[in-house]
T-cell receptor
Framework: AQSVSQHNHHVILSEAASLELGCNYS??????LFWYVQYPGQHLQLLLK??????LVKGIKGFEAEFIKSKFSFNLRKPSVQWCDTAEYFC??????????FGAGTILRVKS | DTAVSQTPKYLVTQMGNDKSIKCEQN?????MYWYKQDSKKFLKIMFS???????INETVPNRFSPKSPDKAHLNLHINSLELGDSAVYFC??????????????FGSGTRLTVV
């Protein structure tokens, strides 16, 4: 069965620090990959997605992610985090079929 | 205009009651979903409908019954509510093409609290 692993459940960073959140998936075929963000008390918002083409994907709010097929990974990065990036981040995979499979989420807290 | 709208936003009810959550999307998507986010924030799919036809039905108690009157609406009815049903329920929609889905958009969620 498909699974999505997010390596860190909690990450605490100071403002201006660089961020990298890990995501690995288990499906071997063609996949579509997503990162969603959920700010406290709010709904899921799409940060970025990968379907095909350039494996380095740029998203909103300065986030980017790199798809490395050989490693089954889709890590999320941001060069310099801000206090307002405090949120929970979910990696999700959609292989052949109609459902998104989510990782368990990573809670990011940015200290000001 | 809200793309995927759910009502109500909050729902507090007693054990044993029956309740419904409604979802509507105005994106022209042909596929809609219900996801459950538990207290540990883990998101899991419950159901998916494509053009009013049920295509995904994960292991969910029979007390949960989705209904899709048309492809823009997917409602969730829950019978005999239990404490463990307390969660945030997210509706989502997408466009299905070639067996995969694109353009997922989530609603703002319905926080259900069973007391």
């Amino acid at each position: 069965a498909q699974s999505v692993s997010q390596h860190n459940h909690h990450v605490i960073l100071s403002e201006a620090a660089s961020l990298e959140l890990g995501c690995n998936y288990s499906y071997g075929g063609t996949v579509n990959l997503f990162w969603y963000v959920q700010y406290p008390g709010q709904h899921l918002q799409l940060l970025l997605k990968y379907f095909s083409g350039d494996p380095l994907v740029k998203g909103i709010k300065g986030f980017e992610a790199e798809f490395i097929k050989s490693k089954f990974s889709f890590n999320l990065r941001k060069p310099s985090v801000q206090w307002c990036d405090t949120a929970e981040y979910f990696c999700a995979v959609n292989a052949y079929g109609n459902k998104l499979v989510f990782g368990a989420g990573t809670i990011l807290r940015v200290k000001s | 205009d809200t793309a995927v709208s759910q009502t109500p936003k909050y729902l507090v009810t007693q054990m044993g009651n029956d309740k419904s959550i409604k979802c509507e999307q105005n994106l022209g998507h042909d596929t809609m979903y219900w996801y459950k986010q538990d207290s540990k924030k883990f998101l899991k799919i419950m159901f998916s409908y494509n053009n009013k036809e049920l295509i995904i039905n994960e292991t969910v108690p029979n007390r949960f019954s989705p209904k899709s009157p048309d492809k823009a609406h997917l409602n969730l009815h829950i019978n005999s509510l239990e404490l463990g049903d307390s969660a945030v329920y997210f509706c989502a929609s997408s466009h299905r093409l070639g067996g995969s889905s694109y353009g997922y958009t989530f609603g703002s969620g319905t926080r259900l609290t069973v007391v």
